[in-house]
């Protein structure tokens, strides 16, 4: 298959790839797929937010006392029926939650591209949702992290006081470590987030956090993936501090590979590992760097998590009766902490 022949592949394909990304809200989740939209482009990949399968508008949870943390305040039961009927290429009417006012604006009708991203507080709630959906990730940022990026959210996009979403977050803190929290279990990956080693203000200023991308082993690769960085590039071309670590980490009970950044890396150093990525998915182009620019660590991040899911719809592809849940079988356990710092 000569190069850039995949994205052909996947057009022509009947196979509807899910990409489920669970998370609190205000963490971040669409960030981490953003690299997956640029490289495939919209005719290709589409989003639905589990916000719009909410079962009461904002009045009515106020009246009711629950948060929509609370499965019972959703439509799962819609959300699986539409999920299956996406997967299978057909049409849906999906209903759609206006955050702006906390009601519900009229349904839309809604098509299924070949790469769905399904991503909101329960995407792997239930055992249906979890077999339909082929690459899962969870987003955990550390509690100050989702701290400071919710009240900025809420406050400039959604007129929020702060003390009122500080308020908000308090109350809802239990049902996020009863109902959001454990999905990390059948994830296969999970991103963590804390500020910078290099300070509080690098990240608020210019967006460099201190990012750890946990993994699942990988059962098959499409080929012998060479995904090395150009020391020399670290070593001679960069001006601003950085940081590379891997270690093994326990995720809910699991061992997962544990790939950390933090700072900034210059682009000569991510394009070498782009062009790499190109070769082994054939796949291209990747071009998520502008020449001169700085990489931060999220930006990493969102590379080699591509390049994973790259894999994923690929081996899929080549053996279509492996396809859909994957990650289906992970037992059952106990509350998740994802290996909180």
Known sequence: MPPSDFKRVIAESPYVFIIGVAGDSGTGKTTFTRAIREIFGEDLVSTITIDDYHKYDRRERKELGITPLVPEANRFDLLEEHLS??????????????????????????SPTKILILEGLHPFITPKMRTL?????????????????????????????????????EERKPDFERYVAPQCLFADAV????????????????????????????????????????????????????????????????TMGALTFDGELNDAVVRKLERNIEIQTQVEPIDLVQSGAYLTAGD????????????????????PETAGGEQAASAERGGCRCGRR
């Open 300 to 319: 990493m991040a969102q590379l080699i998590l591509a390049w994973r899911i790259i894999n994923r719809r690929i081996f899929i592809e080549s053996a």
């Open 85 to 110: 009927d996406l997967k299978a290429g057909r049409k849906i009417v999906k209903p759609v939650y206006n955050h702006d006012n906390g009601r519900f604006d009229p349904p839309v009708p809604f």
């Open 133 to 169: 959906i082929d690459f899962k990730l969870y987003v955990d940022p550390d509690p100050d992290v989702k701290r400071a990026w919710k009240i900025k959210r809420d406050v400039e996009r959604r007129g929020y006081s702060p003390d009122a979403v500080e308020r908000e977050m």
């Open 191 to 254: 991103i963590r987030i804390a500020f910078s080693k290099y300070g509080r203000e690098v990240s608020e200023e210019r967006n460099v956090y201190h990012v750890t991308l946990c993994q699942n082993k990988l059962d098959r690769s499409i080929g012998d993936v060479d995904l090395s960085i150009d020391l020399f590039g670290l070593l001679s071309l960069s001006e601003r501090d950085f940081m590379v670590e891997f270690t093994t980490e326990d995720v809910g009970g699991r």
